[in-house]
């Protein structure tokens, strides 16, 4: 089957009728035709590629994974700005699957890259360049004089969407920006889930074998936790976050929304603790129904669950004196801050 065939089935049956009625064949079909597509593009090569431990990544690193065993390279880039334990979870779930992780420590290089900057898209900017660099450095570690290397990225379709409409600069979006990822960084990049959106791109997680955890699991931004945090990302405020984050997925869980996070705000209000004044830091809590981030609304989530977790926010967040939740509509509001 041709890839215009293809792409045909794709819009057909992923796009257009939605997350329930997938036809199971149709993806069976598409994993097929994806895995002889990379299988074809590599050729004798050798292929690397980053995972996150989101369902994108996740269905990349399987794909390729599939297509070209261990030919393929899989590398988790820890950049100090996932969530707590990310590095570990990720890892050992897919150890269990039998897909090897190597870990990079790269925390120290994205620390740097992100000093100082407080704009959102130069933060943004910042991100994709350390990541990229990064990246480089692995390719280079792996080149020898006759490997052809490629970068098995995923891209998503709303990714290419969002950067295009400039809404946000996506990290994992570059040769729709006129960025050829050859000259500037060194390698060829193959984009194997770049025409769908996350109810498809979780269709084939189910199928390929990904766990629930895994193929359902909420999404997370490329720059991570440096997309929920207004002004300066620095080690201390990115832990602020990341424990507010944690009690956030722990609360909301349950009320199967598209996505909830936690954002730390740039200035601080006046609280009170132990019957004295303290100028604390604010966290927002945002949670989206949605289909597929393109548009979203607040869930309306019962108000006794908001205050436990304002309650459990102060309590567990050093620092942390108010809590609010966002009732704004995207749009105008995005589902980050950042
Ligand atoms: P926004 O904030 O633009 O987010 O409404 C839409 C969806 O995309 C996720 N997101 C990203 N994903 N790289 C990604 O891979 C990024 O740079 C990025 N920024 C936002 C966000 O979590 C939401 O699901």
Not at 198 to 218: D, N, Q, T
């Amino acid at each position: 089957m041709g890839y215009d065939d293809f792409s045909n089935i794709k819009e057909k049956d992923f796009l257009a009728s939605g997350k329930s009625d997938i036809d199971r064949g149709a993806v069976r079909n598409y994993i097929v035709d994806k895995t002889n597509e990379i299988r074809y593009a590599v050729g004798e090569g050798y292929a690397i590629n980053a995972l996150s431990g989101g369902v994108d990544s996740s269905v990349v690193t399987m794909l390729g994974h599939r297509a070209l065993g261990d030919r393929l390279r899989t590398y988790f880039i820890d950049d100090g700005l996932m969530r707590e334990n990310e590095a570990n979870y990720v890892s050992s779930l897919f150890y269990q699957i039998g897909v090897p992780i190597e870990v990079v420590d790269s925390k120290e290089r994205f620390f740097s890259a992100l000093r100082g900057i407080e704009d959102p898209e130069d933060k943004r900017n910042a991100f994709t360049d350390c990541f990229y660099k990064t990246f480089g450095d692995i390719v280079r570690n792996n080149a020898g004089p006759e490997r052809k290397l490629f970068l098995l990225q995923g891209t998503n379709y709303t990714d290419v969407e969002e950067t295009l409409a400039k809404v946000k600069r996506q990290h994992n979006v570059l040769a729709q920006l006129g960025i050829d990822p050859l000259k500037t960084y060194g390698y060829d990049v193959i984009e194997p889930i770049i025409d769908l959106r996350k109810p498809a791109v979780r269709a084939v997680a189910r199928e390929i074998g990904l766990p629930k955890e895994v193929s359902e699991r909420i999404p997370f931004p490329g720059p991570g936790l440096a997309a929920r945090i207004i002004g300066e990302v620095t080690p201390g405020r990115v832990e602020t976050v990341r424990k507010a984050t944690k009690v956030v997925e722990q609360e909301l869980y349950d009320l199967g929304a598209f996505q909830y996070l936690a954002i730390l705000h740039k200035d601080n209000v006046t609280g009170m603790r132990d019957g004295k004044r303290d100028f604390g830091q604010q966290i927002e809590v945002r949670c989206w129904d949605s289909k597929d981030a393109v548009t979203g609304a607040p869930t309306k989530v019962p108000f006794e669950k908001l205050t436990t977790i304002a309650d459990r926010i102060t309590r567990e967040v050093p620092g942390v004196v108010s809590v609010t939740y966002n009732i704004t509509k995207k749009p105008p509001s995005t589902i980050e801050a950042v």
